[in-house]
C-alpha cells in the first residue's frame, strides 16, 4: 500500500489552515476500505496512533497528528452515484465539496452546506458537521447526510441510515457488520439552540448517526457517504450592503431574519438563505473590488435569496422598499444577478478569512480567531462585548461571520508573538461570555486540538468526561485521532 | 457629449464550450453567456466620463436577442440608452466593425469605447477597423485615460513600458485590464434599467471576406504515467524521457 514517509515529502500532512503543527512517522494513502481496515488493524495491534485527515482546511488542529501514522483519504475521492430522480449522492470521502458542486450544477442539482472554504473534502464536512451562509435557511451538514459507512477504531464496520437507530433513554446500541453490539450510555446534556459544533451532539432519542456527524474522527473513519440533495433553485439574488456605523448593520440583520424566518419556503417574499457580516476591519483583507467599497462604510452585508424568474422583479422592488425604509443608500448597494457576479461576491466573502490565515501562517503566528454562536436575540449584547473586549486591549483584530445564524469570527491580527497569550485569555473570555448568553464556543469549525480548554468551559469536567467514555468505548486502545475534542490526560 | 460603447456578449470563460455538429461553431446549448470582460472596462470608462464632462452613454451591440442580456446589464450600471443591431447569420470582424461604424455615424457620437479584445474569437481588431471605417483618431490596449475639453490624453502598456498618447476628439479607445475597476450594479440600477429602451435594428449588410472552415479543440492531454515511486524507477524514467518524450 502506498505510504510516504520521507520527511520532505510528508511536510504538507503537518499542518492545517491554521497553522497548527505536528509530526509523525509516516502518511498511508489507502485506495480502498480494505487498506484502511488493515491498517487500523495493524496500528491496533501496534498501539500506533492514527489521525485522519481530508483536505486540511480546518481551522483546529484536528487533522494536523501528534504522533504516529496518518490517514489521508485523499485517494477515496469517487463519486460513486448521483440521482436526480431521488436526489442524493453516493460519495467517498475524499471528493472536493467543489466537485461535488460542479457535477451537481450540471444536473440541475444542489447541496446546501457551502463553508466558506469549498475546496475541503465532504469527510471533513462531516466529521466536523460544517455549515456555512446557506446554513440560515438550510441547517448545517448533519440534516443532509442520510447514511454513513464508518470504520471503527477497532477495525469493525458500521453502517448507519438515518432513521434506523434511535438512542432510548441516553442509551445507544450499535450493531456492526459483524454483528458485534455496542452499547454506548449518553451523558444528559442540553444542547445550545444556536448552530453548534462543540463536542459529541447528543440528545435523549437521539438517531445513530447524528453521533458520528461533528465528531471529528475521534469515532471513527467515514469511508461512504449518502447525502441528500435538493432541486437547483431557479433564480438567486445575490446583494452586498453597506451602511455607515455596525448597530445600523445588526439593526437590519435583525428585520431581514425576522422577515425570513416568517416564509421560510417562500421565492415570493423576501426570504434570504444567507446573511453574512463583515466589519470595517475586515476590508483591509478583501479582495475583488475593494476599490468599489464605498467610502465612510462602517460595516457590510451580504444577502443572498432564492427567487423565480417569475418573481425576480416583484423580489427585487422588495428589497428596495426595505433598504429605503431603513435609510439605506440603494445607490451603494451592489447586486449580482448572473452566476459569474454572485461567484465574485463569494470570493469577496471567502477572500477575508482566507487572507486572515495566510496572514497568519506568513508570520508564523497561531489563529486567534472565535467561533462562538449565540441566540438570536443576544447578538448585539454580545457583538458589543467582543468589539469593546478587542477594542480596549489595543490588539488588531477583524469580525466577520454568519450573523443571519449569530455566529461570528473575531480574529486576532497580531503584530508580534507576544501578543499570543493575551489574545487567547481575550479569546476565552469570549468563550464564557457566548456560553453565559446560552449560545456556545464552537459553532462550526469543532474542538480539534486547539479549543479543548473551551469544551470544558462550556459543559464542565464531568460531562466532558462522560462524553470521552464513549469514545473510550468505541476506542479501548485509544488509537483514533488522539487529541482531538479531549486533552489525552483524561483517559488515564 | 454622445459616447457609445459597443459590447460584444461572449460565452462565459468558466462554461465548457462544445462544438457544435456542422464542426464551424460552438453548440450554444447550456452555455451561459456574459458581457465580454473587457467591455467593462470600456463601459465603465464611458460612464465615468460621462459622469465628468456630461452627456449620455448609447450602448450597442450586434447579434441576436440574446445579447440583450449583455446590453441590459450595461443599463443596470449606468448607461442610458440600448441599441441592439440584429443579424444572426455569421460575420466576420470587418462586417461587425462596419454595421458597428454605420450606426455610430448615425448616432454621430465623437467618443466610442471598445474593449481591446472580444473573448470568444479574440481577434482584437474590430475597434481599431471601426475607427478607419469611420476616419477617427484610435488608441488601442488603453490603461489610463483622460479628456480634457477635446483633447485626449491616454496611456498604453508597451513590452516593458508604458507609451503616453495624446490625440483629439472624435477617438475610439479599446479597453484594456487595469483601465479603472468595472462598478456592480445598484439594485436601483437593476430596476431602472427595466425602463431603459432598447432600439432593435437591423445591422447594416457587409460582406465577409473570410469564412471559418473548421472549429476544433486544442488536443486533448494525454494521461500521466508514473513509473514507480523511488529511485528504481530512475532508469525506465530517463530510458522514457530520451526514447519517448525525446527531450533528453
Ligand atoms: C478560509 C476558510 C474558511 C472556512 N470557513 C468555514 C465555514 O464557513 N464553515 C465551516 O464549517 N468551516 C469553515 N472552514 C473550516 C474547514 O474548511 C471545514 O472545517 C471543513 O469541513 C474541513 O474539511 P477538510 O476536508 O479540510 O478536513 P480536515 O481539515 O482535513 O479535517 C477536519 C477534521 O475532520 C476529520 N476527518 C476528515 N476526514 C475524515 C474522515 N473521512 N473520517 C473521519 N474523520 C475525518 C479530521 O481528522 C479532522 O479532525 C474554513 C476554513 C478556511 C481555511
Ligand atoms: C464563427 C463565428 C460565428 C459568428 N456568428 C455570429 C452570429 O451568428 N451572429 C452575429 O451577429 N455575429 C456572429 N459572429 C460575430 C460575433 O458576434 C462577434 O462580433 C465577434 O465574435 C467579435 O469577435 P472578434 O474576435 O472579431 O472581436 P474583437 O476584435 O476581439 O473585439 C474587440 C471589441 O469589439 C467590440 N465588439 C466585437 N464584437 C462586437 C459585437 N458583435 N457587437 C458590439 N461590439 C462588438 C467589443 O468592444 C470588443 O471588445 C460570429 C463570429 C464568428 C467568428
Redesign the pocket.
Known amino acids: 500500500m502506498n505510504f510516504k514517509s520521507d520527511q520532505s515529502e510528508i511536510q504538507d500532512y503537518l499542518n492545517?489552515?491554521?497553522n497548527f503543527k505536528g509530526k509523525c512517522e509516516r502518511v498511508y494513502l489507502p485506495e480502498s476500505v480494505d487498506d484502511i481496515v488493515k491498517i487500523v488493524k495493524s496500528a491496533n495491534s501496534n498501539r500506533k496512533k492514527i489521525?485522519?485527515?481530508?483536505?486540511?482546511?480546518?481551522?483546529?488542529g484536528?487533522?494536523v497528528p501528534q504522533e504516529g501514522l496518518v490517514l489521508s483519504?485523499e485517494k477515496?475521492n469517487k463519486i460513486i452515484k448521483i440521482s436526480s430522480e431521488e436526489k442524493f449522492a453516493v460519495v467517498q470521502?475524499?471528493v472536493f465539496?467543489s466537485e461535488l458542486n460542479e457535477k451537481l450544477s450540471e444536473l440541475n442539482l444542489y447541496y446546501p452546506p457551502?463553508?466558506?472554504?469549498q475546496?475541503?473534502?465532504?469527510?471533513?464536512?462531516?466529521?466536523?458537521?460544517?455549515?456555512?451562509?446557506k446554513t440560515f435557511k438550510y441547517g448545517?451538514?448533519r440534516n443532509f447526510v442520510q447514511e454513513l459507512s464508518?470504520i471503527l477504531p477497532d477495525g469493525e464496520m458500521l453502517n448507519l441510515k438515518r432513521g434506523e437507530v434511535n438512542a432510548k433513554n441516553y442509551i445507544l446500541s450499535l450493531k456492526t457488520e459483524s454483528n458485534n453490539v455496542i452499547e454506548i450510555g449518553l451523558p444528559k446534556i442540553t444542547m445550545p439552540k444556536t448552530k453548534h459544533?462543540a463536542g459529541y451532539y447528543i440528545t435523549e432519542n437521539m438517531d445513530a448517526i447524528d453521533l458520528f456527524i461533528g465528531?471529528?474522527?475521534?469515532l471513527?473513519?467515514?469511508?461512504e457517504i449518502k447525502l441528500a440533495l435538493i432541486k437547483k433553485p431557479a433564480k438567486i439574488i445575490s446583494m452586498v450592503i453597506f451602511f455607515k456605523t455596525e448597530s445600523e448593520a445588526l439593526q437590519f440583520v435583525k428585520i431581514v431574519r425576522d422577515l425570513s424566518k416568517k416564509y421560510p419556503g417562500a421565492t415570493d417574499k423576501i426570504n434570504a438563505r444567507g446573511i453574512e457580516f463583515f466589519d470595517k476591519n475586515s476590508f483591509k483583507f478583501v479582495k475583488g473590488s475593494p476599490g468599489l467599497i464605498p467610502k465612510n462604510t462602517g460595516a457590510a452585508i451580504w444577502i443572498e435569496q432564492e427567487t423565480t424568474t417569475k418573481s425576480q422583479d416583484a423580489i427585487l422592488e422588495e428589497w428596495i422598499t426595505l433598504m429605503e425604509t431603513n435609510n439605506i443608500n440603494v445607490d451603494e448597494s451592489w447586486i449580482a444577478l448572473s452566476e459569474k457576479e454572485r461567484k465574485e461576491f463569494e470570493y469577496f466573502r471567502?477572500s477575508v478569512?482566507?487572507q486572515?490565515?495566510e496572514y497568519i501562517s506568513r508570520n508564523n503566528f497561531r489563529k486567534v480567531g472565535t467561533d462562538t454562536a449565540v441566540p438570536d436575540n443576544k447578538l448585539e449584547e454580545y457583538y458589543n462585548y467582543c468589539k469593546q473586549t478587542a477594542e480596549n486591549s489595543g490588539i488588531d483584530y477583524v469580525i466577520y461571520g454568519?450573523i443571519g445564524n449569530s455566529h461570528i469570527h473575531l480574529n486576532f491580527i497580531l503584530k508580534s508573538q507576544q501578543e499570543y497569550e493575551p489574545a487567547k485569555q481575550l479569546y476565552k473570555q469570549m468563550c464564557i461570555k457566548a456560553v453565559e448568553l446560552g449560545g456556545t464556543v464552537s459553532a462550526?469549525?469543532?474542538i480539534?486540538k486547539m479549543k479543548r480548554e473551551y469544551l470544558v468551559d462550556m459543559f464542565g469536567e464531568e460531562i466532558v468526561k462522560e462524553m470521552a467514555a464513549i469514545k473510550k468505548t468505541l476506542d479501548p486502545k485509544l488509537i483514533l485521532?488522539i487529541g482531538?475534542i479531549f486533552d489525552p490526560g483524561i483517559f488515564n | 457629449m454622445k459616447i457609445v460603447v459597443c459590447v460584444s456578449h461572449v460565452p462565459d470563460t468558466a462554461t465548457k464550450v462544445k462544438i457544435g455538429d456542422n464542426g464551424k461553431t460552438i453548440d450554444p446549448k447550456d452555455v451561459t453567456y456574459v458581457v465580454n470582460p473587457y467591455d467593462e472596462f470600456a463601459i465603465e470608462e464611458a460612464l465615468k466620463t460621462r459622469d465628468a464632462v456630461g452627456g449620455e452613454v448609447v450602448v450597442i451591440s450586434l447579434g441576436t436577442d440574446a445579447n440583450k442580456e449583455s446590453i441590459r446589464k450595461a443599463l443596470a450600471m449606468g448607461a442610458d440608452s440600448g441599441i441592439l443591431l440584429k443579424s444572426d447569420s455569421y460575420r466576420d470582424s470587418l462586417s461587425v466593425a462596419k454595421a458597428l461604424a454605420a450606426e455610430i455615424k448615425n448616432q454621430e457620437a465623437q467618443l466610442v469605447f471598445f474593449g481591446k479584445q472580444s473573448v470568444d474569437y479574440d481577434a482584437g481588431i474590430v475597434g481599431q477597423l471601426t475607427a478607419e471605417l469611420l476616419g477617427f483618431n484610435s488608441v488601442s490596449v488603453v490603461v489610463d485615460f483622460k479628456l480634457e475639453g477635446e483633447k485626449i490624453t491616454a496611456e498604453r502598456e508597451i513590452e516593458g513600458g508604458r507609451e503616453v498618447i495624446e490625440t483629439s476628439i472624435p477617438c475610439v479607445i479599446t479597453a484594456q485590464k487595469g483601465l479603472n475597476e468595472p462598478r456592480y450594479a445598484s439594485l436601483k440600477g437593476i430596476m431602472a434599467a427595466k425602463k431603459k429602451t432598447i432600439e432593435d435594428k437591423e445591422a447594416a449588410a457587409a460582406e465577409n471576406y473570410t469564412e471559418i472552415l473548421t472549429m476544433s479543440k486544442p488536443p486533448a492531454k494525454s494521461p500521466g504515467k508514473i513509473l514507480g515511486e523511488d529511485a528504481s524507477a530512475v532508469p525506465e524514467l530517463v530510458k522514457l524521457l530520451r526514447e519517448e518524450a525525446k527531450v533528453i
Open positions: 492545517d489552515a491554521a489521525t485522519v485527515c481530508g483536505a486540511r482546511t480546518g481551522l483546529t484536528g487533522a483519504t477515496l470521502p475524499g465539496l457551502d463553508p466558506t472554504e475546496n475541503c473534502f465532504i469527510g471533513g464536512t462531516i466529521a466536523t458537521n460544517a455549515s456555512g451562509a448545517p451538514t464508518i459544533s465528531m471529528e474522527g475521534t471513527g473513519i467515514i469511508t471567502h478569512p482566507s486572515v490565515n454568519h462550526e469549525h469543532g480539534g485521532n482531538n
